[in-house]
């Protein structure tokens, strides 16, 4: 294909196949050296008006394309991306903080994914025949979809929506967060030379932009993923004009990407008989753990990706010394440099209603906590508003399986924590999320469902 893209400049938002700018512009700044990155745009109520109209106007034909040929586009974007990836990790590095490694599992995955969604073509479903009629179930697309991403995963989660909503026969316009809107950009870059236009739109702007976009009465789906908090605001702008809403929702896997993963583990229950042990193995896997700039080799716990979340985390840090918390491992702040660093803390058996336990950090600290009854370990690993992913670890499977099937979240694993695969639904139970994305299930939430009747006699 040959898009080669340039990362150190930011033409505007993209708006049918176009780079537009905007007259005021932004940026947002890398967290390892606290320095502001390249200008990007500020998409205004025109621009979220111009980019709907032309997304309407393309799905008109974009609904009617073949699916074939809805996956050849698709896989020559996940192709033009591959192509872009070395740049772009680089770029997500500077714009997110995860080590350069992650970053890498970031784009592979994305391309992946991107990949597996050109194969999923949801067909019509026969529900019942007889000699006189035929009723299928038939899945076709609401029409204009906008994605709204938060700043952990930019570019998986930008493109994780963007596959199901495109090969479904859906348009879309992506809504990067403003702490990471570099990599989703460059992406609509690349899209412009591929798909159609208006098929594929970023617009880049604040939470306003947000808002303009969900209370729009032109679009008719958000897939949005990020916070409880703005969760429910999306929920109540959407339900002014009847906007269908698909929502994901907070939630080694506990320090990866510092902590800053919804599916991360966020408490630990481990038996008493090998709590010690436990313990002490993780507090010297921890000491292991290397925490600075995402380039530096070795790295495992890059920043926190904002002031703000930082702010959060810190507050979190200060609770162990007001609180008392015993701490096996003691991390915190880590001074003297620009960037937003914080070393991993593990605290050692805290009340079950401290807020270590009750709230999501959102950072790289994590309690560890005994148990010694199995439906008492149950009730208190279910005993919270959120429910996204969990998992049982255990010698014995039998026993493993029989534990996880009581937990209540979107993905529970036996044995592992974090497999996620673009053929495997992905959603929440309780507060973290309505509906699911990914695999079938999260693809037909891409559609609308139609009975379709079709009686066999002439009239
Ligand atoms: P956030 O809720 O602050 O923002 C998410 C997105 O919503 C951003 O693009 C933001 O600009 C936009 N937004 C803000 N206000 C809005 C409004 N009023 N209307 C519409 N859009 C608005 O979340 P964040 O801080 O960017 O991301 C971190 C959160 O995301 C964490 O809580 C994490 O658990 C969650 N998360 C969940 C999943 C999941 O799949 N369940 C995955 C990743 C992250």
Redesign the pocket.
Known sequence: MGVKVDITTYPGNIINVKPVPTATTGRSVNPSTGKALFEVPVATQQDVDTAVKYARDAVKTWSRTAFSERANLLLAFADAIEENHEDMEKLLVQEQGKPLSLAETEFDMTLIWLRAFATMDIKDEVLGENDERIVYQTFPPPGVFCG??????PVL?GMGKLGPALITGNTLII?????TPYCDLKLGEIGMSIFPPGVFQVLSG??D???M??EHPDIDKIS????????K??MK?CAKTLKRVTL????ALNFLNSG????LVKRFYVHEKIYDQFRDEMVEFTKTIKTGDGFELGITVGPIQNSM?YDKVKDMYSEIGKCSWKTAFEGGVKEATNGFFITPAIIDNPPEDSRIVTE?P?GPIVPLLKWSNEDDAIKRANNSKTG?GASAWCKDLKRGERIARQLSAGSVLVNSHFDVAPNVP?G?HKW??IGSEWGTTGLKSYCNSRSLWVWKNAM
């Open positions: 709204i991403v938060p700043w952990n995963w989660l809504k990067p967060s403003p702490f604040g939470d932009l947000g808002l976009l969900t949005f993923t990020g916070s409880i908090l703005t969760g605001k999306v702008s994901e929702l907070r939630a800053q993963i919804c599916m979340q999501e959102f996204l992905f929440g973290s999320g």
